[in-house]
């Protein structure tokens, strides 16, 4: 059960619901689930840093005073240093 809240709550498989993580949270935590306990309190600590936000790659890029774009790179010389393990 904890392992389907956090996957909610992250979006793997799925779309991100954390809503909808709690009340798996609150399962796993009812059987005895430590890192349910540990999941729930920390959802119900006040945020410090404010909220959240979601930026896109050109986002990011304005932000840092840069233009979008690929910068004249082809794909290929773009993704070079990307890596999927």
């Not at 956090?6 to 689930?33: H, L, R």
């Not at 304005?62 to 890596?83: E, V």
């Amino acid at each position: 059960m904890y392992a389907v809240g956090y996957f909610t709550e992250v979006g793997i498989g799925t779309v991100a619901d954390p809503v909808e993580s709690q009340s798996w949270y609150k399962k796993a935590s009812d059987a005895g689930d430590k890192r349910a306990q540990a999941r729930l309190r920390s959802s119900q600590a006040p945020m410090t840093n404010g909220p959240l936000i979601e930026l896109e790659r050109g986002d990011l890029m304005s932000a840092a005073g840069q233009s979008g774009g690929n910068h004249g790179l082809s794909k290929k010389d773009k993704d070079k240093d990307c890596i999927i393990m």
